[in-house]
């Protein structure tokens, strides 16, 4: 042969249990360039692709003992690369069908017109060309995927880890809990990364930060001339999301108008764009997180019980930091590490007095404060070490630290100190705070407002 | 696969009238073709007690049990025998084939039947075909050589199971392949399509 190079060669496995179409097709196959190696049973078919390996199978559908349809059923579970071919004598429909939905590449029917069964082989070959490649991209793609590392080494951490390592491949809701700055997003980003959505988007709600008005157009889109100001039609979050995951964070911030909406959704799987009449299916994972006590809200009636449980198929629950302070350590090196990198320094460490007075401050903000912390301490302090001094006043006094959480007797308590101590040392500049808190500025005031939190007089701008 | 042959060892081209394909189109053909080829072609008829096997239940000759009654008439050495037949010949899983011819054999088979326009309800073209059975025959007498298909459009030993792309492949090798020919086969510069019949 002269050219034959140009094309590329398949290995290809004929099965039939009839010596005149092994040979044949065998012959014809070989004379166009192919490796063909033939069987006259599905048994025998099943040992050499175990053996061997081949890129294509012809396979008869009517053989004695394992016909070709039952042969293509193990192959699908044992060779699942191997592009399939069936052939049969009869134009059946239904067989063809049947061959198609078990994941046959093509079928072909005797005797076979030479130009239809040329293209079919040329047809599979490019197809497993592709293939291939997709194969190769994936890979390519998972290992250049960013990997998403939660810190922690505690008891408790461990079992968030196993419960997102089991939960993230499946597609069930999650709801996760935990105080402000515990990391609910990251587990929420780890729980799409491991997931086989991962490859689509994380669309993130903040559902405290919006008006109830706007969350409804935001969440579920709007049609153009909806209201006023809706000059174009706008896909909502959930649209945004198709094939991948929605975040609902704050969930607990609602409004009742919205949890029905929302609830509908959820169930359904299709959403109505404000102002539009026809339903748009849509495909979608929900992860939801608060760090409201829902059952609290439910036995309120300010959170509708139905949704509840929608949303609380699994929870996780992250403890806050000082319920876990062998964390501390491991975490404040992580941020340090992360932060030198974002800074250009290089090769910075903590004391250990600072280290000290990290493991004992109580952290009320969570591991949100603590990276705030670290981030001002890189910041201040002069490389290459991280000193007690360089820390904010507020963790190093550790008697105020200690008072501060001896007087805070409730989780609110702790959260308005937190703030409060927060809105104090950015002189009461929201969109500073707010960017500490890492929180948006209507959470902010939301909270200031729930909190009861005043400016002291005398502070200016 | 009958007996294994050197690449410069072609001496003649035998045309074996098979089925009575017309006479005039036999001697056609095969005045075009030896205007292909650099030996004797000459016309042969086939011998009384010649069989053709048939297809059951279809209206055709078996490609390859023919193929292998040809070669059993015995070409010496330095000698092919190409059997043109009128009829259609298929095989007991392909509906159909041009020709057919073993690597390095001694024989091929060439039908007529669906190279001739009239098979396909269009009107009598006799030049097309019997530039079309002459582009045939090269083609098999590639695959004598030892020659197999060919990717390229250009070339005569590419791949073609319809008569538009026998129309549209090239009418010779392409180098790579004419490499590969023995001198016998040494590509003329006959004109196509062939002269017209007298």
């Known amino acids: 042969m002269t050219t034959e190079a140009k094309k590329p060669v ?89 061959a198609l939905k078990n994941g046959a590449y093509d079928y ?80 929420a980003a780890a729980i799409h990364a491991g997931s086989p959505r991962r490859y689509n988007p994380m669309v993130i709600v903040h559902c405290g930060a919006l008006a109830e008005g706007v969350l409804e157009s935001e969440l579920f889109g709007h049609e153009k001339g909806a209201s006023t100001g809706a000059s174009y039609h706008h896909k909502g979050k959930f649209e945004q999301a198709d094939g991948g995951t929605i975040f609902l964070d704050e969930i607990g911030e609602i409004s009742p108008q919205v949890q029905v909406e929302l609830l509908r959704v ?18 979608f994972r929900v992860v939801a997180a608060t760090n409201r006590d829902l059952v609290a809200m439910v036995k309120e009636g300010t959170f509708r019980e139905d949704l509840f449980y929608r949303i609380n198929v699994v929870a996780i629950d992250i403890p806050p930091l000082r319920d876990r302070p062998e964390d501390v350590p491991q975490l404040a090196e992580h941020f340090l590490r992360r932060i030198c990198v974002s800074m250009n320094r290089k090769g910075m460490s903590f004391s250990d007095e600072a280290m000290e007075a990290l493991k004992t401050y109580a952290w009320p903000g969570n591991a949100r404060e603590l990276q705030n912390a670290i981030e001002r301490a890189v910041v201040t302090g002069r490389p290459p070490t991280v000193e007690k001094k360089d820390l904010p006043r507020y ?13 805070a007797r409730s989780l609110k308590d702790v959260e308005a100190e937190h703030i409060h101590r927060i809105l104090e040392e ?4 929201i969109s500073r705070a707010a960017s500490i808190l890492e929180v948006d500025r209507g959470t902010l005031y939301h909270k200031i407002k729930r909190y009861g939190l005043e400016r002291p007089s005398g502070h200016d701008g | 696969m009958t007996d294994e042959r050197e690449p410069d060892d072609l001496e003649s081209v035998e045309v074996l009238e098979v089925a009575a394909p017309p006479r005039d189109l036999v001697e056609a053909v095969t005045a075009a073709l030896s205007r292909r080829v ?77 190279l001739d326009p009239t098979f396909y309800g269009l009107p009598e073209d006799r030049n097309r075909t019997v530039l079309r059975t002459v582009l045939e025959i090269v083609h098999e007498m590639g695959h ?55």
């Not at chain 2, 072609?41 to 292998?68: K, M, T, W, Y």
């Not at chain 2, 005569?156 to 090239?170: E, L, P, Q």
């Open chain 1, 266 to 283: 959820l169930d359904e799987k299709r959403v109505s764009r404000v102002g539009g009449t026809k339903p748009i299916d849509v495909d």
């Open chain 1, 108 to 187: 072909i029917v005797k005797p076979f017109d030479p130009d239809e069964l040329s293209h079919l082989i040329r047809r599979a070959q490019e197809h497993r060309s592709l293939a291939v490649e997709n194969v190769r991209l994936k890979k390519t793609l998972e290992a250049s995927a960013p990997r998403i590392r939660i810190v922690g080494d505690s008891p408790a951490m461990h079992r968030i880890h196993e419960l997102i390592a089991s939960v993230a491949p499946t597609d069930a809701t999650v709801l996760v809990l935990g105080e402000s700055g515990t990391g609910k997003e990251l587990v």
């Open chain 1, 395 to 407: 963790v190093t006094d550790v008697d105020a630290s200690v008072g501060a959480v001896a007087r």
């Open chain 1, 10 to 98: 398949l290995r290809i496995l004929v099965v039939d249990d009839e010596l005149i179409v092994r040979e044949s097709l065998g012959a014809w196959l070989r004379e166009d360039g192919h490796n063909v190696d033939v069987a006259e049973s599905a048994r025998k078919a099943l040992r050499m692709i175990a053996q061997n390996g081949y890129d294509l199978a012809l396979i008869d559908i009517k053989m004695p003992t394992m016909d070709g349809l039952e042969l293509q059923t193990r192959l699908a579970e044992a060779a699942s690369d191997l592009s399939i071919i069936i052939m049969t004598a009869y134009a059946s429909v239904d067989t063809a069908v049947k």
């Open chain 2, 144 to 198: 004598l050589a030892g020659i197999g298909h060919c990717d390229d459009w250009s070339c005569i030993m590419r791949f073609a199971s319809t008569v538009d792309a026998i129309d549209n492949r090239g009418q010779r090798f392409c180098p790579a392949c004419a490499a590969a020919l023995p001198p016998g086969f040494a590509p003329s510069h006959a004109p196509c399509p062939p002269d017209p019949e007298p």
């Open chain 1, 426 to 429: 950015s002189e009461w500049n």
């Open chain 2, 38 to 114: 650099s030996v004797p072609c000459r016309i042969r008829s086939v011998p009384e007690a010649f069989q053709i096997p048939h297809i059951p239940g279809r209206n055709q000759a078996d490609a390859d049990r023919l193929l292998s009654a040809v070669e059993a008439l015995g070409p010496p050495v330095g000698h092919v025998l190409v059997a043109l037949t009128a009829e259609d010949i298929g095989h007991p899983i392909f509906t159909h084939f041009f020709g057919r011819a073993r690597h390095h054999g001694s024989a091929a088979v060439v039908s007529v039947a669906r």
